[in-house]
């Protein structure tokens, strides 16, 4: 395995060299020549400038190493990016964080709250104590679900519908449609559950703003700040930069899932997803987050006002709970105290209940391929995670990387 720097550290940052370089030689040891990870790409910034940013590992199988220019499966670290879309069409005042979600989606006015029934039952329902409002489908406190959960009768339905699949017989439209006849499992704003809720409200943006969600983020985001390696399906230029990605199989250990150069990623998905679909590169992912650490801007082009971005890294939770207690599913595990949900991140509200190094008001996210990032205001320190195994869950690497980082800091 061979390490690829891009830039020696700038005299900006306050980082010992020496402990950056122990990130390294950690993840080699531990992920790569265990072969826990086919990969491993990591991008450290401070103000916005890059301290470390070092590639190990294989694109491809019997390929060359991963670099700058590779190409990765963001998934769910796309959904910050739909947030900030809603967010600007909040600045134009064309819609609220409290606008009830069934005056964009009028598929949702009769939604209801599981109440009996499914596998093979016909659903009951109850009326919803509150309508589903947008800041709850960027908190994800709206009572949807994802199908990958198996958890109800309710994600059984979301499978056995297939409507989460991008290349099946759904266009947003149609997703939509299907969700608004299945019940929420809980009263929107009454608990917290990892959802598709960010898909919707890509759907919304698509509504409200009278654009495709690739157009839109294409010309109000991605090329304003010089993303031009994000985008919903890889073109055919660039795609032998898409790097394999892996699944780790009971019995089995690590297998293909999507090989780079026959990827799903190379062909327009029916089913766009705002809450997983992205295809992107550590560089272009750092662009993004210096814009969030800058308050909205980069380089002169604003996306969003810094009020704008102060109000999203706040904890939204209701009662200003965290994910360990408010959580019906995942993500409720105790590595979650002290970890509150923003519009679009989850937010650090208590260090000491995280158990690792950090700062209250950082903000992040990862994806299920164990792509992972965060932001932190205080530090002015930003970090991008690069890979392609999932589950995301199955090696504690995210919280391993930040405490590597946090022991750098001088």
């Known amino acids: ?23 390294d030689a950690f993840l080699k040891d531990r992920y790569l020549d265990s072969g826990k990870l086919p990969n491993a790409q990591i991008l450290i910034a401070q103000g916005g400038e890059i301290a470390h940013f070092s590639s190990l590992g ?24 739909t947030s900030i879309a809603f967010m600007m069409l909040v600045e134009e005042g064309k819609v609220a964080l409290d606008t009830p979600v069934h005056h964009v989606l009028p598929e949702f006015k009769d939604i209801g709250v599981y109440n009996g029934g499914g596998a093979g039952v016909p659903f009951q329902t109850k009326p919803t104590g509150e309508p589903m409002r947008m800041i709850d489908l960027l908190r994800h406190t709206s009572g ?48 917290w559950n990892y959802s598709v809720s960010t898909d919707v409200l890509g759907a919304v943006v698509e509504r409200v703003s009278g654009l495709t969600l690739p157009d839109f983020f294409a010309t109000r985001i991605f090329t304003p700040l010089g993303m031009h390696d994000t985008f919903f399906h890889v073109p055919a230029d660039k795609i032998d930069r898409l790097t394999d990605c892996y699944t780790l199989a009971p019995g089995k250990g690590r297998v293909l899932y999507d090989r780079g150069e026959a990827s799903a990623w190379s062909k327009p998905p029916r089913l766009v997803s705002g809450g997983g679909g992205l295809v992107s590169t550590a560089l272009d992912y750092h662009r993004f987050c210096t814009m969030l650490l800058n308050g909205g801007a980069l380089e ?50 208590d260090v000491a209940r ?8 950082e903000y992040y996210w990862g994806g299920m391929f164990s792509t992972a990032f965060f932001v932190d205001p205080v530090e002015r320190l930003h970090m991008v ?26």
């Not at 294989?58 to 990016?81: C, H, N, Q, V, Y």
Request: charged content about 20%; glycine content about 12%.
């Open 144 to 191: 949807l679900t994802y199908s990958f959960q198996n958890r109800s009768n309710i994600d059984a339905a979301y499978r056995e519908g297939r409507i989460e699949n991008w290349h099946g017989g759904l266009d947003v439209d149609g997703f939509v449609a299907a969700l608004g006849r299945l019940p929420l499992e809980f009263s929107p704003g009454t608990a």
């Open 1 to 23: 395995m061979e390490t690829m720097m891009l830039d020696t550290m700038p005299s900006a940052t306050r980082f010992d060299a020496g402990r950056l370089a122990r990130i």
């Open 58 to 81: 294989a694109a491809r199988e019997g390929g060359g190493a991963i670099d700058e220019g590779s190409l990765f499966r963001i998934a769910s670290m796309t959904k910050p990016i």
């Open 354 to 361: 995280s158990m690792i190094p950090g700062s209250v008001g």
């Open 385 to 410: 995670f690069m890979t392609q195994v999932s589950p995301s869950n199955v090696y504690p690497i995210r919280r391993e990387l930040k405490t590597l980082i946090y022991s750098a800091l001088t």
């Open 300 to 349: 002169g082009a604003r996306v969003v006002g810094r009020k704008t971005i102060e109000l999203m890294t706040m904890n939204h939770l209701p009662g200003g709970a965290d994910l360990s207690t408010l959580s019906k599913s995942l993500f409720s595990e105790a590595a979650n105290a002290g970890t509150g949900f923003g519009l679009g991140f989850a937010v650090n509200i």
